[in-house]
Nanobody, 123 residues
Framework: QVQLVESGGGLVQAGGSLRLSCAAS????????MGWFRQAPGKEREFVAA????????YYADSVKGRFTISRDNAKNTVYLQMNSLKPEDTAVYYC????????????????WGQGTQVTVSS
C-alpha cells in the first residue's frame, strides 16, 4: 500500500505563488506515475499535472500550462507542484494521486489518493 500526504495549501492573492508537496510512504517502489488533481465546489475532479517517477516525463492540463510546474525528488519520495500566477479560478482542493502504471488525466485509473489540501486564491 501507498500513503500520500499533501501540504502547502493556503490563502494567496491573485498573481501570487504557492508550492504544494506530496509525500509518499509505504510501498513507494511500486509507483510509476504521480499526479495532481483539483476539485472546486460543485465541479468534477479535474486533472492538473502528472509526472513519471523514473523518467520525469511531465503532462499538464491546458488551463495550467506555463503557470504550474510539477517536479519530483525520488530520494525523498516527494512530488511538488509549483503554482505561479495564480488566478481565482485555481481555487480548489488539490489532491495528490499515485499509480503503478503510466496514467495521466484519468482520475478513476489512479490507485492511491491523498486527503487533499485547500488552495484559495482571492481577487
Amino acid at each position: 500500500q501507498v500513503q500520500l500526504v499533501e501540504s502547502g495549501g493556503g490563502l494567496v492573492q491573485a498573481g501570487g505563488s504557492l508550492r504544494l508537496s506530496c509525500a509518499a510512504s509505504g510501498r513507494t517502489f511500486s509507483i510509476y506515475t504521480m499526479g495532481w488533481f483539483r476539485q472546486a465546489p460543485g465541479k468534477e475532479r479535474e486533472f492538473v499535472a502528472a509526472i513519471t517517477w523514473r523518467g520525469g516525463s511531465t503532462y499538464y492540463a491546458d488551463s495550467v500550462k506555463g503557470r504550474f510546474t510539477i517536479s519530483r525528488d525520488n530520494a525523498k519520495n516527494t512530488v511538488y507542484l509549483q503554482m505561479n500566477s495564480l488566478k481565482p479560478e485555481d481555487t480548489a482542493v488539490y489532491y495528490c494521486a499515485a499509480d503503478r502504471s503510466l496514467v495521466t488525466g484519468r482520475a478513476r485509473e489512479y490507485d492511491y489518493w491523498g486527503q487533499g489540501t485547500q488552495v484559495t486564491v482571492s481577487s
